[in-house]
């Protein structure tokens, strides 16, 4: 008998498993069309990831899982040895496909763990202890982002003006999301909060992404440029800023979409509290701090270009940083499953994690 829970994702969730097929919904057809892209191998997976058609620290996490199962399932029918070098060859290039997000390593490590566990399995049990484990993963994440919206709710007070960035909502995260999560959670209270969207250059995933998703629930929004931002703190439209993350240091420093350390400086000089929304698995404790944080760099042309058409010369020189870290001195409060954490971080953290 292996052990575990056979829960898995549903349609209808950003990222889904049914009938030996991750399904996930492509985010760069967003907001124009839906469109639902079936993977089949580890190297589709990957390809996925790294266009950003799946995005979200833990979206990715168990995106992440389910290309380490469709790898074991690609060597079906052979031996366990097989199986075996199948899926340790999947967990290599998933968890190389994004340097910065914790959550996929976490996942990856979780399908080795399941790996090493089934060191005595044949290869039909040890396939199943696979996709028990990948199961896990995605309920796991369903469940603490569940809590994680419960918890935020104290942070939000009724009738907020909120500012946030990105896209933290169920795309990223499955199901109930983070940051933006949170914000939709209080929404449906009734608590008559406004929300400002950054746009999120360059790739726009606050237009494309946050807009929609906040739309759809029926959240009262307004669309901002980035450097916006400031300007609508200064006239006291905002009352905390809220953002997601993709990695937080043992310290509390934070790896977060570019454009994030702006906003907590800027909501610092306000007098703006400023939050983190984050599961305990975005949590690197083996990170000391945002020093040590591999910030991902990514290509030109996202910055070139917007929306296909060119906006600066072809040859211009770019610094394209996905990522930045915001210090943990501005950060107000880390948002988890298990309740906002305060600083000190290096011991609230820890506690944290029992």
Same mark, same amino acid.
């Given at each position: 008998?292996?052990? &575990?829970?056979?829960?898995?994702?549903?349609?209808?969730?950003?990222?889904?498993?049914?009938?030996?097929?991750?399904?996930? @919904?492509?985010?760069?057809?967003?907001?124009?069309?839906?469109?639902?892209?079936?993977?089949?191998?580890?190297?589709?997976?990957?390809?996925?990831?790294?266009?950003?058609?799946?995005? &979200?620290?833990?979206?990715?996490?168990?995106?992440?899982?389910?290309?380490?199962?469709?790898?074991?399932?690609?060597?079906?029918?052979?031996?366990?040895?097989?199986?075996?070098?199948?899926?340790?060859?999947?967990?290599?290039? @998933?968890?190389?496909?994004?340097?910065?997000?914790?959550?996929?390593?976490?996942?990856?490590?979780?399908?080795?763990?399941?790996?090493?566990?089934?060191?005595?399995?044949?290869?039909?049990?040890?396939?199943?202890?696979?996709?028990?484990?990948?199961?896990?993963?995605?309920?796991?994440?369903?469940?603490?982002?569940?809590?994680?919206?419960?918890?935020?709710?104290?942070?939000?007070?009724?009738?907020?003006?909120?500012?946030?960035?990105?896209?933290?909502?169920?795309?990223?995260?499955?199901?109930?999301?983070?940051?933006?999560?949170?914000?939709?959670?209080?929404?449906?209270?009734?608590?008559?909060?406004?929300?400002?969207?950054?746009?999120?250059?360059?790739?726009?995933?606050?237009?494309?992404?946050?807009?929609?998703?906040?739309?759809?629930?029926?959240?009262?929004?307004?669309? @901002?440029?980035?450097?916006?931002?400031?300007?609508?703190?200064?006239?006291?439209?905002?009352?905390?800023?809220?953002?997601?993350?993709?990695?937080?240091?043992?310290?509390?420093?934070?790896?977060?979409?570019?454009?994030?350390?702006?906003?907590?400086?800027?909501?610092?000089?306000?007098?703006?509290?400023?939050?983190?929304?984050?599961?305990?698995?975005?949590?690197?404790?083996?990170?000391?701090?945002?020093?040590?944080?591999? @910030?991902?760099?990514?290509?030109?042309?996202?910055?070139?270009?917007?929306? &296909?058409?060119?906006?600066?010369?072809?040859?211009?020189?770019?610094?394209?940083?996905?990522?930045?870290?915001?210090?943990?001195?501005?950060?107000?409060?880390?948002?988890?499953?298990?309740?906002?954490?305060?600083?000190?971080?290096?011991?609230?953290?820890?506690?944290?994690?029992?």
């Amino acid at each position: 008998m292996v052990p &575990g829970r056979t829960v898995s994702c549903e349609p209808g969730d950003s990222v889904f498993f049914t009938d030996e097929r991750l399904s996930i @919904i492509d985010q760069t057809a967003l907001p124009g069309a839906t469109i639902i892209l079936e993977l089949s191998t580890p190297e589709d997976v990957v390809g996925a990831i790294r266009r950003l058609a799946v995005r &979200g620290a833990m979206a990715i996490g168990v995106a992440g899982a389910y290309g380490v199962l469709l790898g074991a399932l690609g060597a079906a029918g052979g031996n366990v040895e097989e199986i075996r070098r199948a899926t340790g060859e999947a967990v290599s290039i @998933i968890s190389a496909s994004r340097p910065t997000a914790v959550n996929l390593f976490w996942a990856c490590r979780r399908m080795e763990n399941a790996l090493e566990e089934g060191a005595e399995d044949g290869p039909d049990t040890l396939t199943l202890r696979l996709r028990r484990r990948a199961d896990e993963i995605a309920f796991d994440t369903i469940e603490s982002n569940r809590q994680l919206v419960e918890a935020g709710q104290e942070v939000v007070g009724n009738g907020a003006g909120t500012l946030t960035h990105c896209n933290s909502g169920p795309l990223a995260a499955i199901r109930y999301g983070t940051a933006v999560g949170v914000l939709i959670e209080a929404h449906r209270r009734k608590k008559g909060i406004h929300v400002y969207v950054d746009e999120t250059r360059p790739l726009l995933q606050g237009a494309r992404l946050t807009a929609w998703e906040l739309g759809r629930e029926g959240v009262p929004y307004t669309l @901002i440029t980035d450097s916006t931002a400031a300007q609508v703190m200064r006239r006291g439209s905002v009352d905390l800023v809220i953002t997601g993350a993709d990695r937080i240091a043992a310290n509390g420093d934070t790896a977060n979409k570019i454009g994030t350390y702006a906003l907590a400086v800027l909501a610092g000089e306000h007098g703006i509290p400023f939050y983190i929304a984050a599961p305990d698995s975005t949590v690197d404790l083996e990170c000391a701090d945002g020093s040590r944080i591999v @910030i991902e760099e990514r290509n030109a042309d996202e910055v070139r270009t917007c929306a &296909g058409r060119a906006t600066a010369p072809p040859d211009s020189p770019v610094y394209n940083p996905a990522f930045d870290v915001t210090p943990a001195k501005y950060i107000s409060g880390i948002i988890t499953e298990r309740g906002v954490l305060r600083r000190p971080y290096v011991e609230s953290l820890r506690r944290s994690r029992g």
